[in-house]
């Protein structure tokens, strides 16, 4: 880190331009005018499949040096953090570059494409020190934080269920061709969207002790590319449903759906109690449900996202203006900032996400086995 007359200044290698490449991009280049943050971010250099295509990310996004080489990014003295929206499976040697050069990691989910990996990379940071950050940025959500202040709180008495599901429809045709998420190292729909809602049940209530699960192919084959008249079989799940028991003792379902047809981002959940229950869906995320209340006074009031819900009150002043993807993204781009300065911990950090991993695997195994399986 460089220090200059006013504030310190972090140096950003940003491996990948694509869709969460600019998502990353946006979220350094906007948090500093939202957050009041220990370093400024600067975009060092930018990494991707060949020069052209770097240069071109490069020059869109704002970096000040492009390379089709991402190991000459991460020896780089001017990068400072990592950050990692390449292909799952360049995920683990990128990482374990980036570590082995003392750089705090910031890799998007998954973290990688097995457990076995995963664990590899997260021993490996943890034995080096180094600062990590996975993109599970949907637990950005202030409203997320307001339901796990409720269920902290006992607002809502004592947890006694949970029903989560992941749906979306972009699979939901049989003629949607294969790509990475349908390649056997993308794992499918549980580990494609599926291991957001773990990691959101896992936020909410704990760790997860113990699942059983049914893997199904909807479509037993799909076209190898749009309009092609060649199919392939499909060797991964369309949809999931597992049973899950927490640590705690509470018991519930989850479901990882891509071929949900007419859900565009069902990532939710509802956790009932003693005295209450929460409901919530990202496809309304400045919305809060809660219910409350007994006799014929009881029912679901909606809570409004707000600036009474932080950081919500860094974007706007006002409630009801509604916050979006990309500022999930900003939110925890400025968590990742405040965390390398300090040296300190930015949740969920590799540990979490292979605690994710791992039960993507035993809702894996537990299909093939049809039994229960402890993580």
């Avoid at 995963?118 to 993109?135: D, L, N, P, Q, Y």
């Avoid at 790509?179 to 499918?188: H, K």
């Avoid at 113990?210 to 199919?231: F, K, L, S």
């Amino acid at each position: 880190m460089t220090d200059t007359s006013a504030k310190a200044t972090v140096g950003i290698g940003l491996i990948g331009s694509g869709f969460m490449g600019r998502c990353h991009a946006n979220a350094f280049a906007a948090a500093p005018g939202l957050f009041d943050l220990p370093a400024t971010p600067v975009k060092a250099m930018l990494a991707d499949a060949t020069e052209e295509i770097a240069q071109s990310g490069a020059s869109a996004l704002g970096f000040e040096r492009a390379t089709a080489d991402w190991r000459s990014l991460i020896t780089d003295d001017a990068v400072d953090i990592v950050a990692i929206t390449a292909p799952n499976v360049l995920h683990e040697p990128m990482a374990l570059a980036a570590i082995a050069a003392g750089k705090t990691v910031y890799c998007e989910k998954p973290l990688s494409t097995t457990a076995a990996s995963a664990r590899k990379m997260t021993e490996a940071a943890e034995a080096a020190g180094v600062v990590t950050s996975v993109g599970f940025n949907f637990l950005r959500n202030p409203m997320i934080a307001l339901a796990r202040d409720l269920i902290a709180s006992g607002e809502i008495g004592e947890v006694t269920g949970f029903r989560g599901r992941h749906a979306e429809n972009y699979m939901a045709s049989p003629d949607a061709p294969h790509s990475f998420r349908t390649d056997p190292q993308g794992g499918g729909a549980l580990a494609d969207i599926g291991s957001h809602i773990i990691s959101l049940a896992r936020h909410l209530l704990g760790p997860i002790a113990e699942v059983t699960a049914e893997c199904r192919t909807i479509y037993p084959d799909r076209p190898v590319a749009v309009g092609a008249a060649e199919r392939r079989p499909v060797e991964v799940d369309d949809m999931t449903h597992a049973l899950v028991r927490f640590e705690s003792g509470v018991s519930g379902s989850l479901e990882a759906n891509w071929a949900a047809t007419g859900r565009t981002m069902d990532l939710s959940f509802e956790i009932t109690g003693s005295r209450g229950a929460i409901a919530f869906s990202q496809e309304h995320m400045n919305d809060l449900m809660v219910y409350s209340g007994s006799g014929a006074g009881a029912g679901y009031r909606r809570i409004e996202a707000g600036p009474s819900h932080p950081p919500y009150d860094r974007f706007c002043p006002a409630p009801g203006h509604q916050l979006g993807f990309n500022d999930l993204k900003v939110i925890e781009v400025a968590e990742l900032i405040a965390a390398h300065a300090a040296n300190g911990s930015c949740m969920p950090d590799f540990r979490e996400a292979l605690m994710v991993q791992e039960t993507v695997e035993a809702m894996q195994e537990a299909s093939n086995t049809r039994g229960w399986v402890r993580l």
